[in-house]
Structures are given as C-alpha cells and as structure tokens.
C-alpha cells in the first residue's frame, strides 16, 4: 500500500456526492483496413482558469492512489503536487486518498487545456483516439498466460482468484469475457478437465490505457461494428485529431440542503460558508463551552479558520460583542441591521477586519500586457500549499451586463485572482468550459531590421513602398539625382524614408521640393518607427491602449493595459500592433473587441 496522505487534502464543506460516470466507448473499423481504431471519451471540467481534460475512472479491487495517479497524463508526472491540487478540487467527495474504495468514481485530471483546443471541448465531453489494434482479440492474446488445468478448477474459481469479485459483478464479467476470447476453443466454460491447456487473462490487462475501451455499455467484449457505425467510419479517421461527441444524459448530481439569501452570498463572496442551523460550541479557556445558537447568530466560517458572527444587536447570548471578540483571536462579531443586503453585510465584515494589511488593487505584467485590477473589497487568503496567494476580488454590480468578460475571469483565475461580482438576489455564474470561436491567428509583421520593417508594415496596411527609388532635387544650382525610399499612403500623401543615407544641406534641398522625409534614427524602435510613419501619414492611432474587462465605471474595473499601437480601422478589424506577447489565454477577448493581433516578429524584444 502507498505511504499514507491524510494531510494532503483538506475536509471539504460540501457533502456532494459524484454520480457515477459511465466510459461511453465507440469503436470504428474502417472498410479497407484490417485494424481497428479505439476511442474513448473524456470529460472536460473548469478549475482556477483552466479546462481541465479528466479520465472518468471506476476505482477497482487492489487500486491504490499513486498507482492510479502515476499511471495517467502528462498532469501527475510533470507536477505531481499540482495535480493532487487539481483532484483535490474536482473530486470534493473524495475525503480522504488513503481510503478509496472498490466502485468509487473519480475524475482522473490528465491535462490542461486551452479555450477551443479540442472540438467538442465546451460541451464538457471529447472522444479521443486511444489506439489502433489489429482487433481486440489480439491485444487480450498479448496478456495472457499459459496455465494447466488442476483437479478441483473451475472457471468461476480462476477468474475470480486473479480478476476478483463475485459472479455477476462488473468484475468477474469482464474477467469472463476476457477469458472466452483468449479461449475460443472452449465452447462451454463449466466444462474444463485436469491437464487441460488453457489461456489466463493476466490481471495487469487493466492497467492498459485502452482496457475500458474493450467492453461496450453493456460489458460484453467489442468484436465488430453495426452497419450504421460502419458507415460513420467509411471516411478514414485521423489519429491525431478527436472526433466530437454530444454529451452523455448523467442523472444529476444531488446537491445538499444549503443556505440562501444575503449572508449567504456575501459569504460566497469572500469564499466562506455560512451556518445558520444548529448549534456551534466554542471552546472556553475556563469552564464550559460557548454554545451559539446558528438559527439566531448565523456564522461565516472562512477558510483560513476565522469565524464571523452576525448579529442584529449590541450582544451575541447575552454577552456584549466587545466580551465576545475577545474570548478568541479568530472571531469577529459584527452587528448588522435585521434586512442587511450581501452589500451591507460584507461592509460590516470587512470593517472587522479593518486592522489587517489589505488593498484595493493588485497588479502584474504578463508579456505585452499591463494588468491592474480594482476592486470594493480584496480578500487575500494562503493557498493550501502555503506557497502562492490566492486573492478574491469582490465588486457589487447593477445588472449582468457590467459582469466581467468570460475570458478575463479564466485569465485572472490562472493568475490566482478570483473574481467575485455581487448581483442581489442572482446566483454566482458556474464556470465551465466555454465555446471559443476558430482562432482566426496572429497575424505577424517583419521586425528582423529596420528596412524589414517598413516594408512589411506598408505591405500589411496596404500602401505603396518602393525602396531605391530614383529621385532628383536642385542642389547648388545644379540638378542632383539620388536613391532614397518611397512611400505612398494611398490618400495622395508621399513621403521618403531615411535610413541615414541623406544628410546635411542634401535634406533640406529635397523638403524645399515639398516632399517630405522621414528620417529613422539608427536607435529607434519597430514601434517608434511605427507611431512616426502613422503621424506623419496624418492617421489616427492610440499608443499604449488601454482597455476594461467589464462594461463598467473603471473604478472598480480590470484594466488591461497593451504595450503597443491601436490602428483604427475604417472598415473590417481594428489592429493592435505588439512586440511582445499578448497572452494565448485573453486573445479571445481582444477578437471579440473586433481586434486583430498582429506581432512584430524576430526583435530582441520577445
């Protein structure tokens, strides 16, 4: 047995408890090939930002947790810390690793996925190719072994001494038709003799990532396709590429009795539960314990272990508040009025907790992008591992409409900022997998050198660029021919660029044409060179954008700012013009601005 990991996860409030998920599989034969491609479906679910890519899996006899674990995704062997985080909270009715059970349900996380990387992602199932066999009988031949019959065999007896169960169970029923495919020669399983030759299915069979993809619903043995089936499979399959697939009718999941109402939500809000039945005993240095009365005082119970009395008077049973507080450091008692909204009550908790370091923003930078997000309240709480901080950002609002963009809500939560929008009397939104439409692309502009640069922003605007073009002014009474670089913008506006090949009285000569020069300092920058050439076409653009998760007053607002150039557009798509990076995750939010992405690829500047 694994070395014991009672600490490693925290006793969850919520008693939930995971219906159990059934492995669809569909096996697809193709008609010109003499093998056979096993699929098998996944769930998808929604943790701190990320879609998370799970393995539904049925715990069996003689499972333990680091053989589980260790077995399967890239997740718990690249950071097996991380993963057991990642179980932690998707699986809350899983109190405790060591004690798993035979039949218990868990979602396995395998993967981290981005918005839109598998089709069918955001209906919270994919199917995916797990290999291609010859045929199914095959690869159970590959994991069996020779045995000789003794006297007193039986097949039930065998099957469950390596497979266990008993008859009839999921189990045994897969031993057994694992058994009749190794052994297609016995025709009646009850009747085996002493010195017989038989095949064994090894039990380490299951142990295969494509053992559950062997069985249909039913638990019989896959052989062979329906004709429907076979025609769905006519056009050749990718292996690489996952087929979609419409999500599986699961009974719903039955939830427990919990609170409502405004100090439930502003409990929600600052990630605590509220307890509002029964009684609470706290314990006293001397005497008995305080006994409080929930259905009068209601609690906030909050995950660093601090407690939060709600009352609507000067006295918490009898005892003025003052009295109260100080019986325990972790325990506030704060006096609210009889219809408080969430609002108000979470003024009166925050003012308790006025005493302890806190602010009303925080601020990162990440690539080509500037984040500072502003909130009415900002909860910081240690994350479990006590390594990084895990910060709630809580904002009343007026209506849905000024919730914040989908897409930043899953960057700030990557980033350990959970965004927390009070809306009276409306539930906090599920976060799950979204839709995100076709990435339509960066687009990319040459930034290799200066001369690079010009001629692939010109091109990518559409004007005119002809470098080395021959020009000719009046230079000291006499008529000089030159080779500089000529750009036109389209609206009847040319200029020359120069790259320091012009000089002295030579410049001014040529701008007494009436022809202007745009001189480009040997040390400037793609965007400086591109804020110049954009004001001296006369165009509009924006340096340094800045733009708002919510559409909402910016005092209480994500704003993200972007290290680059906005080109208005007068038809089509705005373009933001970057050097650095805009992170993969909020590229969504830009293109649902009407923005296009474009990069200055190949600077010392990435």
């Given amino acids: 047995m694994a070395m ?30 003499y093998g056979a491609m096993l699929y098998k479906n996944y769930v998808v679910r929604y943790d701190r930002g990320w879609d998370i890519l799970c393995d539904p899996y049925q715990v069996r006899q003689g499972d333990w947790v680091l053989k589980i674990f260790r077995q399967k995704g890239e997740l718990a062997h690249n950071d097996f810390r991380e993963f057991l985080g990642i179980f932690e909270r998707l699986n809350p009715h899983v109190k405790d690793i060591d004690r798993i059970r035979p039949g218990q349900v868990v979602d396995i996380p395998l993967k981290k996925l981005a918005q839109g990387t598998l089709p069918g992602q955001a209906s919270g199932v994919v199917t995916i190719p797990v290999v291609m066999i010859s045929s199914p009988k095959e690869m159970i031949e590959k994991h069996t072994r020779t045995y000789t019959i003794q006297r ?6 065998l099957i469950a001494n390596r497979f266990g169960g008993r008859f009839g169970n999921v189990t045994y029923s897969q031993g057994l038709e694992l058994f009749k495919a190794a052994n297609p020669h016995i025709k009646d399983v009850n009747r085996i003799y002493a010195g017989q030759k038989i095949y064994m299915p090894d039990p380490s069979i299951r142990e295969q990532s494509w053992y559950s993809a062997l069985f249909d619903e039913a638990g019989k043995l896959v052989e062979q396709v329906t004709e429907a089936e076979e025609s769905e499979a006519a056009e050749p399959q990718s292996q690489t590429q996952p087929v979609v697939a419409s999500a599986p009718e699961v009974a719903p999941l039955p939830s427990e009795t919990t609170a409502s109402g405004p100090a439930a939500e502003a409990a929600s809000a600052i990630g605590g539960r509220l307890l509002d039945k029964g ?34 008077q000067d006295r918490v049973m009898n005892v003025d508040l003052p009295l109260v507080q100080s019986y325990w450091d972790n325990v506030k008692a704060v006096k609210v009025s009889e219809n408080a909204s969430s609002q108000e009550i979470l003024e009166a908790v925050f003012s308790a907790f006025s005493g302890e370091a806190s602010t009303d923003h925080l601020a990162f930078d990440d690539g080509a992008v500037s984040i500072r997000v ?26 849905t409409a000024e919730r914040t963009h989908e897409t930043i809500v899953r960057y700030l939560d990557q980033n350990d ?20 439409a076709a990435a339509a692309g960066v687009e990319s502009i040459d930034g290799t050198g200066q001369k690079a640069l010009i001629e692939s922003f010109a091109a990518f605007m559409g004007f005119h660029y002809s470098p080395n073009t021959s020009i000719s002014f009046p230079y000291a009474g006499i008529q000089v021919q030159a080779l500089s670089n000529l750009l036109s913008f389209g609206n009847g506006r040319e200029i020359l660029i120069d790259f320091g090949d012009l000089y002295g009285d030579a410049v001014d000569a040529i701008r007494g044409t009436g022809l202007e020069i745009l001189q480009i300092n040997v040390d400037a920058g793609p965007l400086e060179i591109i804020q110049r050439l954009m004001e001296t076409a006369g165009k509009a653009y924006t340096a340094s954008p800045v733009f708002y998760g919510a559409n909402r007053p910016a005092a209480f607002n994500t704003a993200i700012s972007v290290s680059g150039i906005l080109i208005p557009a007068d038809t089509g798509e705005n373009r933001l013009i970057t050097e650095k990076r805009i992170p993969e995750s909020i590229e969504p939010f830009f293109r649902n601005q009407g923005i296009q992405l474009v990069r200055i690829e190949g600077t010392d500047r990435q």
């Fill in 374 to 399: 502003s909130a009415k309240w900002i909860r910081t709480e240690p994350s479990a591992d006590g390594r990084i901080p895990r910060h709630s950002c809580i904002t009343p609002i007026m209506s």
């Fill in 152 to 157: 007193g065999d039986t097949v039930s007896k």
């Fill in 4 to 33: 014991k990991h009672a600490n490693l996860f925290r006793h969850c409030a919520s008693r939930r408890m995971l219906a159990p998920v059934m492995v669809c599989v569909l096996l697809f034969l193709t008609a010109d090939t």
């Fill in 417 to 436: 900022i959970l965004i927390k929008e009070i809306l009276p009397g409306a539930p906090e939104p599920v976060r799950r997998p979204i839709h995100s």
């Fill in 279 to 312: 009684t609470y005993f706290f314990p006293m240095k001397q005497g008995k314990d305080f006994e409080l009365d929930l259905s009068r005082y209601p609690m906030i119970d909050l995950q660093n272990g601090s407690k939060v009395i709600l009352t609507t």
